[in-house]
């Protein structure tokens, strides 16, 4: 009687702390990428507003470069999350009008890591900010 509410028990931990883990993830990655990227800004871009190599678009094209390299580095295949097909569960935005602002979205009711037995959110929302 007392194994399946143990079973239970562990079996939620596992499932929450995944999810956990996966939120805690993408707010790494999102602000070590905001991170690498600020590099990319220079004095130029601060002083001459129509260098063209200092772009919005560019800077968004910069960061998520560096979002793909780090999901190299902290996944063993990038490809995948947890088992998951990366690119048809994950979606990773710039927030428009914010150049240093990325939100990340795995949509956890279509791509479960673990199929859950407890009430879980539908969508694992993260965003990580920098501000210049």
């Known amino acids: 009687m007392v194994l399946p509410v143990i079973m239970l028990v562990f079996y939620a931990i596992v499932t929450y702390g995944l999810i956990f883990y ?12 905001l991170r690498r990227s600020v590099s990319y800004v220079n004095e130029s871009c601060l002083i001459v507003a129509d260098n063209p190599g200092c772009t919005e678009l560019a800077l968004k094209n910069h960061v998520n470069q560096e979002v793909e390299l780090l999901f190299g580095d902290f996944l063993a ?4 999350i ?34 859950p037995l407890l009430p879980v959110p539908d969508v694992i929302v993260s965003t990580a900010g920098l501000r210049l």
């Open 82 to 115: 947890l088992g998951q097909p990366r690119a048809e569960a994950l979606e990773v935005t710039a927030v428009a009008g914010d150049c240093c602002t990325l939100q990340f979205r795995y949509n956890y009711q279509d791509y479960p890591f673990i199929p």
């Open 22 to 33: 996966i939120h805690y993830l993408f707010n790494h990655i999102g602000a070590e990428a």
């Open 77 to 80: 295949d990038p490809a995948r």
